[in-house]
């Protein structure tokens, strides 16, 4: 086991979802897979392998927040040889034309946390999707019927931001939504040499104040997690 993981070698496979809560990590599992074990309970950050359409896959929580994904990302990639990590998360919309409900496809992540300013010295480093799960990802929208959005989001260190400060000026420069994980997945990702993708559903609004019901989450997540279980069917 590695020092957050309870997996023993081999027990987790190549491909991994991650969604920040451990217990939609258990309802995925529950709903989706067949032949499910439970593969960690340490800090209840519940992870699961099965199989999708007789394809091995495990799903992970990762917790909120760039420091709590890398700690995962990191003991899947060196201890466990993940090779795509695929986050299904949620998102608040920074554009009025991003509605509640909509899937949002991260390209590229901007971000608040200073994690890799300080690796870099100061200098930008831009986070990016693997560019063949992201082709793979609109490919399988495309064909269920689900229509996705793409581009730039920002990665905050604050759920709860000052009432003084201000989405806009990530807005005007075209970041569609905000969540706490991405250029932190993406960046160790790069590091490592494996693929990543963020998926995102948006739950609630910064331009309308809006936001979805419990029920309306289930209903979109679905539609996200399906397509994220078939990106490990390459
Ligand atoms: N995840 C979902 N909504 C969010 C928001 N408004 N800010 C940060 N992360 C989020």
Redesign the pocket.
Known sequence: MSIHIGAKKGEIAETVLLPGDPLRAKWIAETYLKDVKCYNKVRNMFGYTGTYKGKRISVQGTG?GVPSISIYAHELINDYNVKNLIRV????SYQKSVKLRDIVIAMAASSTSGINQARFQGADFAPTANFGLFQKAIELAKEKGIEVKAGNVLT?D??Y?DEFESYQKWSKFGVL????ETSGLYTLAAKHNVNALSL?T???S?VTGEKTSTEERETTFSEMVEIALELGEN
Do not use: Q
């Not at 998360?89 to 608040?92: T, V």
């Not at 939504?177 to 706490?180: A, G, I, K």
């Open positions: 909120m998360g949620s998102a608040g905050s604050e759920f931001a939504c905000v969540e706490m995102l948006i739950s609630d910064l």
